[in-house]
């Protein structure tokens, strides 16, 4: 891979092992030659919303909420990231939605343990 990625988080509130998630994702990566060169994390359910929609995505359309997105593309931007890897499956309108606005592609974590 010989990758600089962007680590991208989206958990329910009910998730509380998040960090080690986080922690799992960027090991994998690295294991397969990636340079993690930051993370984000979007926790649903602890603000505004909550439990009634922990298991939603804030958006249809790019998962996140939008104040989380241009933090991500601003790390992406910042960092020159090479790709941006969710730790949630993204659906195909998601990751054309999130590599138009990010500036690099948006790829799954599953997409990529799936390729090995």
């Known amino acids: 891979m010989g990758a600089d990625v ?3 988080g989206y958990f329910s509130a009910k998730e509380k092992d998040f960090v080690t998630l986080m922690a799992s994702a960027a090991t994998e990566l ?3 030659g990636a ?3 930051g993370q ?3 926790r649903r359910g602890v603000s505004d919303g909550g439990a ?6 804030y958006s249809s359309r790019t998962l996140l909420s939008y104040g989380k997105v241009r933090e991500v593309a601003e790390a992406c931007e910042q960092a020159n990231a090479d790709a ?7 659906t195909e309108r998601q990751r054309r939605a999130l590599t138009a606005i990010l500036g690099c592609p948006a790829v799954s974590l599953s997409d990529i343990l799936a390729a090995d």
């Open 6 to 8: 962007v680590v991208v």
């Open 30 to 32: 690295t294991a397969r």
């Open 35 to 37: 340079r993690v060169i």
């Open 40 to 42: 984000s994390v979007q």
């Open 52 to 57: 009634q929609k922990m298991g939603l995505p």
């Open 84 to 90: 941006a890897i969710f730790v949630a499956s993204l």
